[in-house]
C-alpha cells in the first residue's frame, strides 16, 4: 500500500507527458535573459549552467507528508541529482533519489538501497526549455505573468490537463520550476525553493549512485524477466 501511495505522489509531480513528437517543426520558446547566442551554444533542460536549490514539500490528500527535496544540476541539467526524504516524525518513510547523467536515469530507494538504471526516463517530466505551441495547446499550458520568488524572477504557467485529470501552477526561473502546486488523483502536491546558490562549484561524483546501492537494469524495450542485475 505504501509504495503504490508512494509512486501516486511521484507521479504526480512528473506525469506531465509533454515531450514533442519526433515530426513536430514547433520552435522552442525559451523564457529567459540569456542571449541568443548562448542559447545556440548549449543544448540542455535549464537556461543556467548549474545551480543548487533547497525545496520545502508537502502533500495533502490521502497522505500528509512533509518533505525537504535538493536539487543540484550542471552542464544544464544534462546532470541532475533530485533528492527527496521525509522529515521525522512524518507516517511516510520517503528517500528516494532521482540522477540524471547524459543520457542515463537512475532511480533509487535509498531505505532499501535499490533502484533501477535505465537509458530512457522512467517517467515523462515537463521541461520549461523544451516547451513549445503544440505542447502548450495539448496539455492546455498557459503562461499567467510572473512573481518574484527568493530575488528571482519567475514566469507563473497554468496547466489543465483533462486527460489525465490533473491541474498546476508553475513558477518558472531559468526554466527552473521553483515553485509548483500540483492538484490529481485526490490529493495536492506542493513545492517551493527555500534556497538558491549558484556559486558553489558542483562535485561531479553526485551523479553517480552509491556503490552501496543495488540497480537493475531496465531496458523498455524487453520484459521484465530479461532485465539483469549489477551492483
Not at 137 to 159: H, Q, R, S, V
Request: net charge neutral; aromatic share 6%.
Amino acid at each position: 500500500m505504501k509504495l503504490r501511495l508512494l509512486a501516486s505522489i511521484l507521479a504526480v509531480m512528473t506525469i506531465v507527458a509533454c515531450s514533442p513528437s519526433k515530426d513536430t517543426n514547433e520552435p522552442v520558446q525559451k523564457k529567459d535573459s540569456t542571449s541568443q547566442s548562448q542559447k545556440q551554444q548549449k543544448s540542455g533542460k535549464y537556461s543556467i549552467k548549474s545551480a543548487t536549490l533547497e525545496l520545502s514539500f508537502e502533500t495533502e490528500g490521502p497522505a500528509r507528508i512533509k518533505a525537504k527535496n535538493i536539487l543540484i544540476f550542471d552542464d544544464y541539467g544534462n546532470k541532475e541529482y533530485s533528492e527527496l526524504k521525509t522529515e521525522a516524525g512524518a507516517m511516510m518513510d520517503v528517500h528516494q533519489v532521482q540522477i540524471v547523467n547524459n543520457g542515463v536515469y537512475y532511480s533509487i530507494n535509498m531505505n532499501e538501497k535499490t533502484g533501477s538504471e535505465s537509458n530512457t526516463p522512467l517517467q515523462p517530466k515537463l521541461y520549461f526549455c523544451e516547451l513549445n505551441d503544440a505542447m502548450k495547446k495539448d496539455k492546455n499550458i498557459k503562461e499567467e505573468g510572473g512573481e518574484t520568488i527568493l530575488g528571482k524572477p519567475a514566469t507563473i504557467y497554468t496547466m489543465n490537463d483533462v486527460e489525465n485529470d490533473m491541474k498546476a501552477t508553475y513558477s518558472v526561473w531559468q526554466c527552473v520550476p521553483i515553485k509548483i502546486v500540483v492538484s490529481a488523483q485526490g490529493m495536492t502536491v506542493k513545492q517551493t525553493v527555500t534556497k538558491i546558490d549558484e556559486t558553489t562549484p558542483i562535485d561531479p561524483a553526485i551523479f553517480s549512485p552509491p556503490s552501496d546501492v543495488k540497480l537493475t537494469k531496465v531496458t523498455p524495450q524487453l520484459d521484465s524477466k530479461d532485465s539483469d542485475s549489477t551492483k
